[in-house]
């Protein structure tokens, strides 16, 4: 059977997060009501989680990581991986809403769009977080110009042809608006809800993330002139 959806979430020690998260992403995927699967990306966690004994009315793949490879690793092996047409990513420590995920689906089909970003309204971070990356989106905006308030959304709907275009590398998972706009598609976005961590601690430092996301903006300058822009149609193209 086709799959239409491929709900794709990383983790890093969330054992106390996975059985709220597959409850909710299972009734948002009855919401849409088409074939689907969930792929749950062990990102080499350390804590004692136990694949929840929950039967979801979809399938479950978890891929794990060797090792601790951070967040855009484990989005792009789970993006690599999706069987459905279209890709849904989302935090598994439930700051994203997965209720949130059909209307950014429908807006982008509605607008024929490849990629529809969440714009998290009233963000559940603290003050630094939230300041720094008030920063971060309108330096990066101003520079790249991604025509994206919130990159560091990770509620995000993509046709899985544009997703599997993404390039495997430490950062990437911050610009994916840019990254899918210069390889030739079309990205929209629209605000959605945003809740306190269920559990756990946020896995990410403030300062180093800052100083990374300044080198990556530079890298990205470059890639973002060179990467193939377009697609390929026809035959068995990808
Ligand atoms: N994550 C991951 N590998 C890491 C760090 C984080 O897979 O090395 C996952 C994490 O479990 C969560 C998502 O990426 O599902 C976002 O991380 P976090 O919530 O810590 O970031 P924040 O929301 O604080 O920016
Ligand atoms: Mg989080």
């Known amino acids: 059977m086709n799959v239409l959806f491929s709900v794709v979430v990383p983790f890093y020690n969330e054992a106390d997060n996975l059985p709220p998260l597959i409850a909710e992403i299972d009734t948002m995927l009855r919401t849409l009501g088409q074939p689907a699967e969930i792929i749950l990306v062990n990102d080499g966690s350390t804590d004692q989680f136990a694949q929840p004994a929950s039967s ?136 959605v809800n945003h809740r306190a961590r269920h559990s756990g601690v946020s896995k990410v430092a403030g300062g180093k993330r800052a100083v990374r996301a300044t080198i990556d903006l530079l890298g990205m300058l470059w890639f973002c002139r060179r990467q193939f822009h377009g697609r390929v149609t026809g035959g068995d193209a990808p």
């Open 56 to 191: 979801p009315s979809y399938p479950i793949r978890w891929l794990s990581l060797t090792r601790n490879s951070g967040q855009s690793a484990a989005m792009y092996y789970g993006m690599q991986a999706a069987r459905g047409d279209f890709v849904i990513t989302l935090d598994a420590d439930l700051q994203n809403d997965p209720q949130d995920a059909p209307k950014l689906y429908r807006k982008l089909v509605e607008e024929n769009l490849d990629m529809v970003t969440g714009v998290r309204t009233n963000r559940h971070d603290t003050f630094v977080r939230r300041a720094s990356s008030k920063i971060a989106n309108a330096v990066r905006g101003a520079l790249l110009q991604d025509h994206t308030s919130d990159t560091g959304c990770t509620l995000k709907v993509l046709r899985a042809e544009a997703a599997k275009r993404l390039p495997g590398w430490n950062g990437m998972h911050r610009f994916m608006p840019a990254l899918i706009l210069s390889a030739g598609y079309k990205i929209g976005e629209m605000p």
